[in-house]
């Protein structure tokens, strides 16, 4: 694993996920983005790719980026990319906006399933349903 005097790039900690792809192995996985900086980023999950081995990551608000994996150690890996990105995107929250024609309102967000009636209310044979 390179140590901290052999980087070109400051690199800042962060949290993220992240979509990782194996082109040769045609191996997909979601991995956590632990620090980033323009040159590279640190990724830990269950992918366990080769040093060496090209990857595909989908980086929020960037897009796909294509890196070399540059040292591999138990879950964690750091991949070097093939062009220099800005890593002040990755951080800014997501510049997704729906279409005004869709429906905003999220699946669990809908009204009362089911009603009970006074008539039923005053029956003490039946069941009061909650």
């Given at each position: 694993m390179p140590d901290a005097e052999h980087r070109t790039h400051?690199?800042?900690?962060?949290?993220?996920?992240?979509?990782?792809a194996l082109?040769?192995?045609h191996a997909e996985q979601r991995v956590k983005v632990r620090n980033i900086s323009a040159?590279?980023?640190m990724a830990e999950g269950p992918l366990h790719p080769p040093v060496g081995a090209t990857?595909?990551?989908?980086?929020?608000?960037?897009?796909?980026v294509d890196g070399t994996v540059a040292w591999a150690r138990d879950t964690r890996f750091g991949v070097a990319f093939a062009q220099p990105i800005d890593p002040q995107l990755v951080r800014?929250?997501?510049?997704f906006t729906p279409p005004a024609?869709?429906?905003?309102?999220?699946?669990?967000?809908?009204?009362?399933?089911?009603?009970?009636?006074?008539?039923?209310m005053q029956r003490?044979?039946?069941l009061r349903l909650i």
């Open positions: 400051r690199r800042d900690s962060l949290l993220l996920m992240a979509q990782c082109p040769a192995s040159s590279g980023l990857v595909i990551l989908d980086l929020r608000n960037i897009g796909p800014q929250a997501s510049q024609d869709t429906d905003q309102r999220s699946y669990y967000q809908r009204g009362p399933v089911g009603t009970i009636s006074r008539s039923d003490k044979d039946r």
